[in-house]
């Protein structure tokens, strides 16, 4: 998909080869551009510490938490996703294909925590789903090209999935 650079940081192992890409999903979109940084540059704890437009999603275990903008305009981002539960987490970031809105992911999901994966109308954003340990964190930066998205943290045991933010991006 054009226009959805992104470039990864996994720290504190960081691979130093070139990471073979693999679509985990028929929907999943590759990426156009991926850099997976070796210098070992510590992943920021809160957005706070970043620079320009930062998306802090936080997963206790029980619920979602989001910080950061809902509406903005295409152009650099940071996605920082915190696991604060006991259990490994994964976050998704998924961009809506159609004229389907935030509230239509809503009501898709259903009560919380669900089961549901991301519906046929949604596409992957590469990169961003990444199970996370306990503790740890993942920060992803990419470019968002104009249009709806939603954002879910999971709980991988047992299955759950709760609903994080709706963003809506600009030109």
């Not at 130093?16 to 070796?38: C, D, Y």
């Not at 992943?43 to 979602?64: Q, R, V, Y």
Request: hydrophobic letters at 35%; aromatic letters at 8%; proline letters at 9%.
């Amino acid at each position: 998909m054009a226009g959805c650079a992104t470039a990864e940081r996994d720290i504190p192992n960081p691979p130093t080869s070139t990471p073979t890409f693999v679509l985990a999903s028929p929907t999943m979109v590759p990426p156009t551009l991926t850099i997976i940084s070796p210098t070992g540059t510590p992943n920021p704890t809160a957005c706070e510490e970043g620079e320009g437009i930062c998306l802090e999603l936080t997963f206790n275990g029980e619920s979602c938490t989001y910080a950061g903008p809902t509406i903005f305009t295409t152009g650099p981002v940071l996605l920082l996703f915190l696991n604060k539960s006991e259990g490994a987490a994964v976050t998704n970031l998924v961009r809506h294909k159609g004229d389907e809105t935030i509230q239509a992911m809503i009501d898709y999901m259903g009560e919380e925590p669900s089961t549901k994966h991301h519906p046929y109308w949604t596409v992957e954003i590469r990169g961003v789903y990444r199970s996370v340990e306990s503790g740890a964190s993942h920060v992803w930066e990419g470019v968002l090209e104009p249009g709806i998205y939603s954002m879910v943290c999971a709980r991988l045991v047992p299955l759950g999935v709760w609903f994080g933010t709706g963003l809506t991006v600009e030109e």
